[in-house]
Structure formats: C-alpha cells, structure tokens
C-alpha cells in the first residue's frame, strides 16, 4: 500500500468489505484508498472475531503485527 498503513476489521463477506472501502463508503479508510486485501482469518464466532480483531489492533510495533498477519496470510 502506498500509505503504508493496515485496515483491520470483522465481517461476513470480505470481497464485498474490500469494494466499499475502496468505493469510500467507510468514512475512516475513504482518504487512503486503494485498500488491497493481504490476509484474511476465519473465525467460529463473531465473539472469537472480535477477540483477534482487538489483539491486532493493540499491537504497537509494526514488526510484530506484519509478522501475526504473516501467520495467517493468504
């Protein structure tokens, strides 16, 4: 990307999540479009989504959370 920062979030259907990001239907992301999907993690439950959504988002150093996103990438 070339801002250079990640979009993390939970969601049902992430092609459809990508495109309204990209359309700039999400008011936090519209002013650092394109966004391009680099991984992606099923979940069982929205709860067990929302567990790992707040551990990644809690992750300061950007090393360590482009290394988490490695584990799970697609």
Do not use: C, D
């Amino acid at each position: 990307m070339k801002h250079g920062t990640y979009y993390i979030g939970i969601t049902k259907n992430i092609k459809n999540r990508v495109a309204l990001h990209n359309l700039g239907r999400a008011r936090s992301t519209k002013s650092r479009r394109p966004w391009k999907l680099i991984a992606s993690k099923a979940a069982s439950t929205r709860s067990e989504a929302a567990i790992e959504e707040k551990r990644l988002k809690t992750i300061k150093k950007r090393v360590l959370l482009e290394n988490a996103i490695k584990t799970f990438q697609n």
